[in-house]
């Protein structure tokens, strides 16, 4: 089935430690997305990217860093420089053919223990 | 710049009516319609590209003004599958860039 899988679902991290999540799609779309949730709080973009090579930072991108080295795919990788990255991360996608629809992961849970 | 959604928290009774408001302070072009239950994935309503579209799901169906920049989505006849977060999305200050609103919650009783 075509979709967006996003993985690991939960995780915990020590604090002054990196991680990477995975977002991987298989709906040939070209752009993707990644936005954090906060308890009882909107999405907020964090960065995104267009097109193969090229992304761009969004409204939170401080403590993160993305690469977008094959279309398909667009880790997230949260860094020890973001101060708070306890949160509900989503990835999603979408390209023009898709009639601009967005399409979302199942998002993944990463708490600082 | 986040696009404002009011009200914040709306509670209705089954078959009650409501509407959801978004505007934005920038030029729109496209506002997307989501609705998140807690833990979930956002699911896609609809999205509206043009100037004084509207679509309808069901029962709920939304408007966009380009002129006001806004939207707003209709809840007619509520059920209680409705409850839940509902987020607009806008694509402003380029095509790709896609930014939410804070959301408003919506809980239905019986």
């Known amino acids: 089935d075509g979709g967006i899988t996003q993985s690991p679902k939960y995780l915990f991290r020590k604090e002054g430690q990196n991680v990477t999540l995975s977002c991987e799609q298989n709906?040939?779309?070209?752009?993707m997305y990644w936005y954090r949730q906060d308890p009882g709080q909107g999405l907020r973009l964090i960065y995104y990217s267009q097109i193969v090579n090229d992304f761009q930072k969004g409204d939170i991108a401080e403590g993160y860093s993305v690469s977008r080295e094959k279309k398909e795919s667009f880790p997230l990788t949260v860094t020890s420089a973001q101060k708070n990255p306890t949160a509900f991360y989503l990835c999603?996608?979408?390209?023009?053919?898709?009639?601009?629809?967005?399409?979302f992961g199942e998002g993944s849970w990463l708490t600082v223990v | 710049q986040q696009p404002v959604q009011s009200p914040q928290a709306v509670i209705l009774r089954e078959g009650e009516d409501a509407v959801i408001n978004c505007s934005s302070s920038k030029a729109l072009y496209s506002v997307h319609w989501y609705r998140q239950k807690h833990g979930e994935a956002p699911v896609f309503l609809m999205i509206l590209l043009k100037g004084g579209e509207q679509k309808g799901h069901e029962k709920i169906s939304a408007s966009f003004n380009e002129k006001k920049q806004q939207s707003s989505l209709y809840l007619t006849a509520s059920q209680l599958s409705y409850s839940g977060t509902y987020f607009c999305g806008t694509a402003s200050g380029g095509y790709n860039k896609l930014i939410f609103g804070a959301g408003t919650r919506l809980a239905v009783h019986p």
């Open positions: 709906l040939n779309h070209d752009a």
């Open positions: 999603a996608s979408r390209t023009i053919s898709s009639g601009n629809t967005i399409y």
